[in-house]
């Protein structure tokens, strides 16, 4: 199903162009600036393929998920039972994270 886009943004730009009454001059590379820009906002207006989620909390969603994923558990029992040596390997892995 195809989403009905809303043309009245540009219906009212189009006509506070013409409602102004002052005219200054351009040159060629600011009319080409103007139109660049114009063209510019008007797709990334009328744009549908970006989701509401923005890149920013997609990131943030992975590095949790991958947080989530490393962290590590030792029951207590099963720690004080290894020699000195490996409960030292496993703090010294737990402070890495």
């Not at 063209?39 to 009328?46: A, E, K, P």
């Not at 994923?69 to 207590?76: A, R, V």
Request: no cysteine.
């Amino acid at each position: 199903m195809k989403k009905k886009k809303n043309r009245w943004p540009f219906l009212i730009l189009f006509a506070s162009i013409l409602i102004n009454q002052k005219v200054y001059s351009l040159n060629a590379f600011e009319l080409s600036l103007l139109g660049i820009g114009a063209g510019f906002l008007g797709i990334q207006y009328f744009d549908s393929s970006l989701d509401q989620e923005n890149s920013y909390k997609q990131k943030i969603s992975v590095i949790k998920k991958f947080d989530s994923y490393k962290q590590k558990s030792i029951q207590s029992v099963n720690f004080y039972d290894l020699p000195i040596q490996q409960q030292l390997l496993i703090i010294n892995e737990f402070d890495k994270y």
